[in-house]
């Protein structure tokens, strides 16, 4: 009787144990499905900022073009190159090289 | 009751048998589907739960000396269809034809072909795809792809290229750094369920994509644009069919600008015909003029053939030579050598080339680089044409001397002008000045390649002297002098030759300038060769040398050399965190 008693407090235990380790696998992978969801999202997130950096990027090196600031310059604010006169020329202590 | 029994026994035994048969076949096919077949169902399982995308790194930019972009990436949206996955094949090809403007039969014969993947539009306009998206087709997707951006526009657009849809290097800078500019494919397994979302990373063993390397060249943004604005204004004031301006430092063989007109923009390259795309100043050949007596009076100068100050007759300005007729612009009875340089006497060339004789001349052409290549870091490189010396006839001497009979790239030409600037010595001209990584650590940087000595330091000083009278007054460059700077340099207006009449054209020329400035200290060479220009006055001094001055009073303010008789504000740099 009482090996019949300890045997099945035995196996009680121990499929409690194996469904505890199971429920924690299911639990673990589950985490893990939801925090790859969650990474994928931030993934698409970054992308779409890169995407917009890009394209930003592009769009500033072309408005800053100087064929485009010469022409906004000259046409619509009216503006001129310096007169000789007008120029100080800088010169870098430094430049050795020069005659 | 004892028969019942049995009967009973016996059908306990059947239906035990039966079970147990069952159970032996669902134990058999377990064990062929778990053993024997395991690796094909796990393939099929692998293909309905994994995603593998290949990843292509990104292809590298392309900036000028100074960090400005001048070729980068955008991600622009391509529409593919899974053929068997669509209902109605007509209104879908209808629908997409509409949308991006092909032809829809041609769109519906890729949605019948029997792929399972075919492109419908690649680098679509993100507006037309946003539109598109709001009425999704089952069976049509997207997908993002890298698309190459030259922000600058028309600017250096010949000597940039173009990358085609799969990102490889078609054309210039483009196609010759493509290796280096191209990025490495990386692998990534992905598991999805069953919306088809991503689940996480199969494991870590997927390959990363690598970045292509970064390429700095050594065209400087800024007299680029010069280049190409005094150019366009050139071109129109003079109705010329074509030109080109390239500016180099003579010291390193580094390219500073390199203009060519008609403009090509590579973010259009369907707009444009495949002559608007070649990078004229190295493809193509024209015959020099003038410009190339440089070679003729540097070969006399380093011979011993003839002195600066040595007076040479020069026929009033008529000559007889093979039975033809060799003519000067400005008669002349005596000139000094200078001034037979200076005033571009075809006769007084004519007769030094006499005294050097053809093997002397030829072997100082080909010393120049002319009739090879220059080894330019770009491709499609001409080498010219120069005949040999059993071709040459009775006037070749003299007509090669004054520069015809003789066919020459752009880059040959400012070459050999360079090699006069620095001294004497021949460089290989060279567009690329840095390869870098994706972090702009320097993995290769460009050094100074000399081809070899031409002439001495000597012989090159002197005839620097010789072309600085070419640009002083009454010289035939005179209005390439830029005040406060000495100017060396040489006009060239060369006819052209009509192939259909074997002669040279009354009316079509070429007209160029090539020079140096300082001419004592020189920071940039310069070429300008205008083609075809309309209009009264066609000499190389009137219509190229002005745009030499133009270009050469901006680039020497950018690299900061200041003109003699004024004094610069010289500032020093303050230490940083001093008071």
Known sequence: ?99 | MKKTFHEGRTRLRILGVAIGFSFGLVIIRLAALQGIEAPHWVRKAAREHERTFEVQGERGKIYDRNGQPLAVNVEVPSVFAVPSLISDPEATARKLASLFQEDRRLLLQRLKTGREFVWIHRKADPERVGAFSLNRTPGLGILMESQRVYPKQLLLGQTLGFADTDNRGLEGVELRYDAQLQGERGRLIFEQDARGLLVFPKNLAYHLPSGGKNIYLTVDERIQYVSERELDRAMESTRAKAGLVITMDPRTGELLSLAVRPQFNPNARDSHLPSQWRNRPITDLYEPGSTFKIVAAAAALEEGAVRPDELIFCENGRMNLAGKTLHDHTPSLWLSFEDVVAKSSNIGIAKVAARLGPDRLMRYISGFGFGEKTGIDLPGEAQGKIRALSEWSERSLATIAIGQEVGVTPIQMISAMAAIANGGLLLTPHVMRLIADEQGQGIYSASPQVRRRVVSEETARKLTRILERVVERGGTGERAAIPGYPVAGKTGTAQKFDPVTGTYSADRFVSSFVGFIPADFPKVVILVLIDEPQGANKFGGSVAAPVFRSIGEEVLQQLGAPPRGRSPVVFARAALGSP
């Open chain 1, 1 to 99: 009787m009482r090996i019949f008693f300890v045997s099945n407090a035995g196996l009680v235990f121990v499929g409690l144990a194996v469904l505890l380790l199971a429920f924690f696998a299911l639990w673990e992978r589950n985490r893990m499905v939801h925090t790859g969801y969650e990474i994928e999202r931030v993934n698409r997130e970054i992308k779409l900022l890169r995407r917009t950096h890009q394209d930003l990027s592009a769009e500033r090196e072309a408005l800053s073009g100087l064929g485009r600031i010469d022409w906004i310059a000259r046409e619509r604010l009216g503006m001129a190159l310096p007169s000789k006169k007008d120029q100080r020329l800088l010169q870098d202590q430094d430049e050795k090289d020069l005659p």
